[in-house]
C-alpha cells in the first residue's frame, strides 16, 4: 500500500503544478495594462511639453504691463503705445516677427526654456524678452525681472531670436540704391544736423 500511496503522490503532483503556473501567468497579464492605463493618463504626461505653445501665456502682456506700465513717468498710459515704447513695434509688427520665428522658437527648445508654472514659454513672450533686451539695453537680469524669468532664460532666449531672424528676416535687410542713398542722407543732415550720414 506504500507504494500505491508514493504513486498516487507522484501521479497528484504534476496535476496540481499547471494550475499555479497558470495563476501566475494571468497575474503576470494582468499587470502590463494596468501599467498601460497609468501610462496613458493625464497626470502621467510631461508637464514641460504643452498641446499648444500658443495656449501656454497668452495672456503675456497683460501681466507685463500690470507689472511694468508703473515703473516710471515716462512711460505712456494707453497700452497699445506703451507696448512701442517698451518693444520699439507696433503690436502689428510684433506678431509678423513672431510669424517669421515661430518654427524656430517651437522646434527642440531647450530645457531652460521653462517657466515657474512648469510650460515652456510660448513663442511671443520669448520674442517680448528678446525684443525687450536689445530695445533697451538693459542687463539680462533686469530683463528677467520684468518677465519673471530668469537670467540664463534671457540669455538663450535672445541668442535663438538674433539667429532666427538672421536666416527668417534676412530679405528685409537690403542697401539703398545711390539714389536712395543720398535721399536718407539729406534727411538726417535736414533733420539733425549730420551730413553724409546714412544710417544710426
Known amino acids: 500500500s506504500g507504494s500505491s500511496e508514493g504513486a498516487g503522490e507522484h501521479c497528484l503532483a504534476p496535476r496540481m503544478a499547471p494550475p499555479k503556473k497558470s ?3 494571468k ?6 495594462l494596468k501599467c498601460g492605463s497609468n501610462k496613458g493618463s493625464p497626470s502621467s504626461l510631461d508637464p514641460g511639453k504643452p498641446a499648444d ?3 501656454g501665456e497668452t495672456d503675456w502682456w497683460n501681466s507685463f504691463w500690470q507689472k511694468n506700465s508703473g ?4 512711460i505712456p498710459s494707453d497700452e497699445d503705445e506703451g507696448f512701442k515704447y517698451f518693444f520699439r513695434a507696433s503690436k502689428k509688427t510684433f506678431e509678423y516677427i513672431c510669424s517669421l520665428v515661430r518654427q524656430d522658437l517651437v522646434s527642440r527648445p531647450p530645457s531652460g526654456l521653462i517657466n515657474i508654472e512648469g510650460r515652456l514659454l510660448s513663442v511671443e513672450k520669448q ?3 528678446a525684443l525687450r533686451r536689445l530695445a533697451s539695453g538693459e ?3 533686469s530683463v528677467g525681472g520684468a518677465f519673471g524669468v530668469g537670467q540664463s532664460t534671457v540669455s538663450q532666449v535672445t541668442w535663438r531670436f538674433i539667429e532666427s531672424m538672421e536666416e527668417r528676416a534676412r530679405h528685409h535687410l537690403n542697401w539703398p540704391d545711390s539714389e536712395r542713398m543720398n535721399e536718407i542722407k539729406s534727411n ?3 533733420t539733425f544736423g549730420l551730413p553724409n550720414c546714412c544710417g544710426a
Open 23 to 25: 495563476k501566475k501567468g
Open 71 to 74: 515703473a516710471g513717468s515716462t
Open 188 to 190: 538726417f543732415e535736414t
Open 53 to 55: 505653445s500658443r495656449a
Open 127 to 129: 520674442v517680448a524678452i
Open 27 to 32: 497575474r503576470k497579464g494582468r499587470d502590463p
Open 139 to 141: 542687463s539680462q537680469v
